[in-house]
C-alpha cells in the first residue's frame, strides 16, 4: 500500500523550487551597496519582509533568483519624514505606519488600508513599498494611495527618478521598474483641512485578500466638489483609478442622485474576472455599492465638517 503522507514530514522538493538556504543573501548597509549588489547579480531579487517574496520562492513562483539583496539595515530607506511631503522610506513596516499618529490623521483611508493586510504578525514585516512592488491587483494599500495621488521614488544606477502611483503598474506582477531599479520611498502631499478620504473592503474571510476594495478621495468647497478621486483592486489587471467616476463628480454638489450614478458606473467601469473568490458580476455589483457607500460617507463627514452648504 502506498505510504500515506505524513503532515509532520517534509515535503519533497520541487524540481522549480531551491532550498532557501542556497540562496546568496546580500545584506548592505548603505544604498549605495545595494545598488552595487544588484549591479553584479542582475538577476538578484530584492527583499523587504519577505511576506510575499518568500511564499513565492517556496512555491517556485518566483523563479530560482541566485541571490537575495536584503533592504531591511539601508538607514536611505528608513523612517518618515514630514517635509513639504510626507516621505516614507521602502523599509518602513505596515506595523510601523499603523502606529503613526500623523499619518493616521493625515491619511486615514490608507490608515484603514493597512489595517486591513494579513495579520498584526504579517504587519510587523511586510512594507508599503513591497505591496506596491509586488504588483497583485488586490494590494490594499495600493487603492489607499492612489486617490492621496502618491508618488513613488526609484533609485537605481542611473540615479534618482518619480513616478505618478497610478503610471507604475503595468500588470499582475509587473511595473515600470527598469532592471537594477528599487523603489526607494513613497511620497504623499498633504490633504487640506477639506479633504475626506475612506478605504473600504471585502473579503470572504479575515485574512484572505481582497474580494474588492475601493477607496475614494473629496475635497468639497462652498457645497462643491473641488477635487475627487476614486480607484477600485481586484477588479482589473492593476489597481485602478477610476477616472469616469471622477469626472462625474467633479464640479457637483453632493446629493443622492449622484450617490446611484457613482454606483452604476463604478460597476460599468471594471473589467473584473470569475475566480474561486468571487464571480465577475458579483465583483462588479460590490464595486459600485462599495464606492457609493464610501462617497456616502464622506459626503456626511463633508457637511458635518461644514464644507458643503
Ligand atoms: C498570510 C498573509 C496574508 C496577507 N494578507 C494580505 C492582505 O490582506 N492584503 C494585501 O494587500 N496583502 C496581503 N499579503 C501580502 C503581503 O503581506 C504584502 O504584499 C506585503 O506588503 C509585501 O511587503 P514585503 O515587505 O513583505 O515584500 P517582499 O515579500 O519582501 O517583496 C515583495 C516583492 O516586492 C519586491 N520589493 C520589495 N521591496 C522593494 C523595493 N523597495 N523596491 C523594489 N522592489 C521591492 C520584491 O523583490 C518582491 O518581488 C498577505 C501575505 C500573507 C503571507
Known sequence: MPKKPNACEKPE??????????????????????????????????????????????????????????????????????????????????????????????????????????????????TLAGNLCNASPSADTAQALLVYGACLEISGPDGQREIVLKDFFTGPGSTKLQSGELVSAILLAKPPGNAGATFRRKARVAMDIATVSVAAYVEIEDGCITKVRASAGSVAPTPLRLTAVEELLMGQAPSQELLQSIRSLASESVSPITDIRASEGYRRRLTGVLLQRSFEALFDMQTAKGCTR
Open 13 to 126: 522538493s520541487s524540481p522549480d523550487t531551491k532550498n532557501m538556504d542556497t540562496y546568496q543573501y546580500h545584506r548592505p548597509t548603505s544604498l549605495a551597496e545595494a545598488l552595487e549588489a544588484r549591479r553584479q547579480e542582475p538577476e538578484a531579487r530584492w527583499l523587504a519582509g519577505g511576506t510575499d517574496l518568500m511564499v513565492q520562492l517556496r512555491n517556485g513562483r518566483a523563479g530560482t533568483p541566485p541571490a537575495l539583496i536584503s533592504l531591511r539595515h539601508v538607514p536611505e530607506l528608513k523612517g518618515i519624514e514630514d517635509g513639504e511631503r510626507v516621505r516614507i522610506g521602502a523599509a518602513v513596516t505596515l506595523g510601523e505606519l499603523a502606529l503613526n499618529e500623523s499619518i493616521g490623521r493625515r491619511f486615514p483611508a490608507l490608515h484603514e488600508a493597512i489595517a486591513a493586510v494579513g495579520s498584526r504578525q504579517i504587519r510587523n514585516v511586510a
